[in-house]
C-alpha cells in the first residue's frame, strides 16, 4: 500500500488523469440533461403542450422515480453483461436518453401519455449514467484518489449540469424559444457520448477485478 500525501493525490492522480477530464466534462454534460429536462419539465408540459399543473407534477414525480430501476439495471448491464466497463453501459443508456428527449421534444400537443411515457424515459435511462460516471471516476483512480475523484468528477456535474442547466436553459427559451432549449439537450446528450466514448479503448485496457 503506498501513501500519498493530499497534494500528490490532487496533482498526479486527479489534476494529470487525462481521463478523469475526460469524464468529469461528459458528467457536466449528463447533469446538464439531467436538470434540463427535470428543472423544466413543469414549465414546458404546461406552456408548450398545455398540461394541467396537476398532471405535470405527476409526471414529474414519475420522471425521479423511474430512475431508481434505470440505476439498477445500468449498472448490473456494466458489471454483468460489459464485464465490469462502465463506457458501454453509459453510452447506451444516453443514447436511449437521446431517443427519449426527440420523441418528448417532438411530440406534438395532444399526446399527453406519450409526453408522459417519454418523461419516465428519460428519468430512467439518465440516472444510469449520473450514477455510473461516479463508479467510472473511481475506476480511473487509485483507491487513495478515489474520494478526490469523485469529488472532481461530482464538482463538474454540479456546477456544469445543475447550475448551468437552470440558467442557460432558461435564457436561451427565453431568448429563442423551447426548440432551441432542446437543442441544447440533445447536444448535451451527444456530447457526454462522445466524451464517455474516449474512455473506451482504456477500459479495454485496463485489468478488471
Known amino acids: 500500500e503506498h501513501e500519498f500525501s493530499a497534494k500528490?493525490?490532487?496533482?498526479?492522480?486527479?489534476?494529470n488523469n487525462k481521463l478523469l477530464w475526460t469524464i468529469a466534462v461528459a458528467n457536466a454534460f449528463v447533469y446538464f440533461v439531467r436538470y434540463g429536462v427535470l428543472d423544466w419539465a413543469?414549465?414546458?408540459?404546461s406552456e408548450a403542450k398545455q398540461f394541467s399543473f396537476a398532471d405535470s407534477g405527476w409526471a414529474y414525480a414519475l420522471y425521479e422515480?423511474?430512475?431508481?430501476?434505470?440505476?439498477?439495471?445500468?449498472?448490473?448491464?456494466?458489471?454483468?453483461?460489459?464485464?465490469?466497463?462502465?463506457?458501454?453501459?453509459?453510452?447506451?443508456?444516453?443514447?436511449?436518453?437521446?431517443?427519449?428527449?426527440?420523441?418528448?421534444?417532438r411530440n406534438p400537443a395532444g399526446h399527453p401519455n406519450i409526453d408522459i411515457a417519454m418523461l419516465i424515459g428519460i428519468g430512467f435511462f439518465i440516472y444510469g449514467p449520473?450514477?455510473?460516471i461516479g463508479v467510472h471516476a473511481l475506476d480511473l483512480a487509485p483507491k487513495k484518489a478515489a474520494g478526490t475523484a469523485a469529488g472532481f468528477t461530482g464538482l463538474f456535474?454540479?456546477?456544469?449540469?445543475a447550475v448551468a442547466a437552470n440558467i442557460v436553459i432558461g435564457m436561451v427559451v427565453d431568448a429563442a424559444g423551447w426548440n432551441a432549449g432542446?437543442?441544447?439537450i440533445a447536444a448535451a446528450c451527444?456530447?457526454?457520448?462522445i466524451l464517455i466514448s474516449f474512455t473506451w479503448q482504456a477500459e479495454k485496457q485496463a485489468p478488471h477485478h
Open 8 to 15: 500528490a493525490i490532487f496533482l498526479e492522480y486527479v489534476l
Open 42 to 45: 413543469p414549465t414546458y408540459l
Open 65 to 105: 422515480f423511474a430512475g431508481i430501476p434505470g440505476t439498477l439495471v445500468c449498472g448490473w448491464l456494466s458489471d454483468k453483461v460489459f464485464q465490469g466497463r462502465r463506457a458501454p453501459a453509459s453510452i447506451l443508456f444516453l443514447l436511449l436518453t437521446l431517443v427519449c428527449v426527440l420523441v418528448y421534444w
Open 130 to 132: 449520473v450514477m455510473l
Open 157 to 161: 456535474g454540479y456546477v456544469g449540469g
Open 182 to 184: 432542446f437543442e441544447l
Open 190 to 193: 451527444v456530447l457526454a457520448i
